[in-house]
Nanobody, 124 residues
Framework: QVQLVESGGGLVQAGGSLRLSCAAS????????MGWFRQAPGKEREFVAA????????VYADSVKGRFTISRDNAKNMVYLQMNSLKPEDTAVYYC?????????????????WGQGTQVTVSS
């Protein structure tokens, strides 16, 4: 069973940037798609971005397209989320998950092995 640990969250002003990291250990990492989701207080967990096994295929939520970039380094068992031009509505706990598929999808049910999350707060 893979274990995932997110880091890199924090408090940033609107328009700023943050880079989230997700470290994977145990289990199988490099053959599966990986994804980032987020959950704001009182809201459902929502899809942010996903990447296929070798980084050649990525998908994004419309709300972050053009501002966020997902990437991975299979040699280091790491997944990243570069977040630019942050907005107050990006405030949430961000989670990474490992997909049960090699194809990146937007469906939370396709992902598991969630980490504990990292808080991102964007002030206006």
């Amino acid at each position: 069973q893979v274990q995932l640990v997110e880091s890199g969250g924090g408090l940033v002003q609107a328009g700023g940037s943050l880079r989230l990291s997700c470290a994977a250990s145990g289990g199988t990492f490099s053959v599966y798609a990986m994804g980032w989701f987020r959950q704001a207080p009182g809201k459902e967990r929502e899809f942010v971005a996903a990447i296929n096994w070798n980084g050649g295929n990525t998908v994004y939520a419309d709300s972050v397209k053009g501002r966020f970039t997902i990437s991975r380094d299979n040699a280091k068992n790491m997944v990243y989320l570069q977040m630019n031009s942050l907005k107050p509505e990006d405030t949430a706990v961000y989670y990474c998950g490992r997909s049960s598929s090699v194809i990146p999808t937007m469906t939370s049910g396709d992902f598991g092995s969630w980490g504990q999350g990292t808080q991102v707060t964007v002030s206006s």
